[in-house]
């Protein structure tokens, strides 16, 4: 016998019910497109509302009536309507007494008021049971039925049972109900929509003050000491030759910053002697968006192959290429193979394809409908073990492309080193420390100190 899963048991069990009567207090626009929606899952709908005439826009099987009438009509309440217009409530105190009342409402900023919405609400109906819900669903996405990307519903509420009975209307609208506990996470709830990418500030920041500095870095060096010293204008590697330069130095810097804040956790937890102590707070921030971090960085090295790839149709390059080919044929002369640098073309070749290869089985990894499917022990094989190993392979590509040219006086252009030698630098620190960090000698009281051990068990707070 087949096993049903228990969400579509209970998913079946609940819209096999009657449904209940809902009331929608506003005609606004999110208020018309969870109505319609309503309607759709079998739920029978009375819009609240100033005016009792009937409109094109209301859905043509709801009801419409006054406030008062509307509210006696149904046991759950959604306000669809902003918070500076909630004054009406006040008089229909008697009226919401025991019924549960839905807030909707969002803000203009983070942190508007002092209390959240759902609280205020709560002051001025003493006596209904309040509950936070829909705030993260757009009313476009309820019109067009594209709710793949807000399938999420975070509510919060003090009455479990309101809270569930608010869970299962989510659940019939082919949601996903989310319980964020008590009132108190209102405020949070409340702030959600209103963050534009959070997590993704520090590696955009970081991105670009990295690219800004790189750009006239290699400008100077590439651009304006040939034109000042060789009179040569070089202004068009700009367009490619430069961005080719940038893109993988900033995807190797970015991934040596995933991993950077792992080993400088595990040097504190060393020198503490205990895990039960806070980092600080950089440090929490900075592990935080590592998942990011490695996504811009892994976007880098997507457009490092992109311009690799167009380097033979570029005209520089096959003027180059004929140059040196007329030259050879007019001195009657061919230069032979050289099977040293032919070994290291092809090893800084082999080892760019197989650092990009297992970069994007991180990118892929990192995705929820990827990681969700794998447990624990291989997602930390995969962004660990093979996370490092990456890094060696990048790192790796990058010294054997440019490890000939570290001694050469005509690399330091104004005593300036090529900028792919500054890239090295947080690479090979993090590989350094952290091969140190796997010796027995350090590699065991730090595993016993993650596993709960204490050298000073005082500290445990």
Same mark, same amino acid.
């Given at each position: 016998m087949n096993k049903i899963p228990s969400n579509i048991m209970a998913l079946a069990s609940s819209t096999s019910n009657k449904r209940e009567t809902v009331c929608i207090f506003g005609?606004?626009?999110?208020?018309?497109?969870?109505?319609h929606k309503l309607i759709q899952c079998g739920y029978p709908v009375v819009f609240g509302s100033r005016s009792t005439q009937t409109s094109n826009l209301i859905p043509k099987d709801a009801e419409v009536l006054s406030h008062?009438?509307?509210?006696?009509?149904?046991?759950?309440?959604?306000?669809?309507?902003?918070?500076?217009?909630?004054?009406?409530?006040?008089? #229909?105190?008697?009226?919401?007494?025991?019924?549960?009342?839905?807030?909707?409402?969002?803000?203009?900023?983070?942190?508007?008021?002092?209390?959240?919405?759902?609280?205020?609400?709560?002051?001025?109906?003493?006596?209904?049971?309040?509950?936070?819900?829909?705030?993260?669903?757009?009313?476009?996405?309820?019109q067009s039925?594209?709710?793949?990307?807000?399938?999420?519903?975070?509510?919060?509420?003090?009455?479990?049972?309101?809270?569930?009975?608010?869970?299962?209307?989510?659940r019939a609208l082919g949601l996903m109900p989310l319980d964020q506990g008590s009132l108190l996470a209102a405020q949070e709830i409340e702030n959600y929509p209103l963050r534009l990418f959070p997590m993704w500030k520090f590696p955009i920041l970081l991105s670009l003050g990295l690219t800004t500095f790189f750009f006239f870095y290699c400008l100077i060096r590439d651009v304006i000491y040939p034109y000042v010293y060789e009179n040569k204008d070089f202004s068009f590697f700009i367009a490619i030759s430069i961005p080719n330069r940038i893109?993988?130095?900033?995807?190797?810097?970015?991934?040596?910053?995933?991993?950077?804040?792992?080993v400088l956790a595990a040097i504190i937890q060393l020198y503490r002697g205990t895990k039960y102590r806070r980092f600080p707070d950089w440090l929490d921030k900075w592990m935080l968006c590592r998942k990011q971090l490695g996504l811009v960085a892994l976007a880098f090295a997507s457009l490092h192959v992109v311009y690799t790839l167009v380097i033979p149709i570029r005209s520089f390059v096959r003027w180059r290429i004929i140059s040196h080919t007329v030259s050879e044929a007019l001195n009657n002369k061919t230069e032979p193979l050289d099977t040293t640098n032919a070994w290291?073309?092809?090893?800084?070749?082999? #080892?760019?394809?197989?650092?990009?290869?297992?970069?994007?089985?991180l990118g892929i990894t990192s995705l929820p409908s990827v990681s969700n499917n794998v447990n624990w022990r291989e997602f930390r094989f995969v962004q660990s073990k093979l996370g490092y190993l990456t890094l060696v392979l990048c790192t790796a590509h990058t010294l054997v492309y440019g490890g000939k040219w570290f001694l050469s006086p005509s690399s330091y252009r104004w005593y300036l080193p090529n900028a792919y030698m500054l890239s090295l630098i947080i690479p090979c620190i993090v590989l350094v420390v952290k091969f140190v960090l796997i010796f027995?000698?350090?590699?065991?009281?730090?595993?016993?100190i993650r596993q709960g051990w204490e050298r000073n068990p005082q500290y445990s707070e």
């Open positions: 005609t606004g626009d999110f208020g018309r497109a969870l109505g008062a009438e509307a509210a006696q009509k149904a046991a759950i309440i959604i306000i669809a309507i902003q918070r500076q217009h909630y004054n009406f409530l006040a008089p #229909l105190a008697e009226n919401l007494h025991g019924k549960v009342l839905v807030d909707i409402s969002n803000n203009l900023k983070i942190n508007q008021y002092p209390e959240s919405n759902a609280e205020y609400l709560a002051q001025m109906v003493p006596g209904a049971k309040i509950v936070k819900a829909f705030n993260t669903v757009s009313a476009w996405a309820l039925g594209t709710l793949d990307a807000s399938r999420q519903v975070f509510v919060c509420g003090n009455d479990m049972e309101a809270k569930q009975m608010v869970m299962d209307i989510v893109c993988p130095i900033l995807a190797l810097i970015l991934l040596a910053l995933v991993y950077l804040p792992g290291l073309s092809d090893s800084y070749l082999a #080892l760019g394809i197989l650092g990009f290869f297992l970069f994007v089985l027995p000698c350090l590699d065991k009281p730090l595993t016993q």
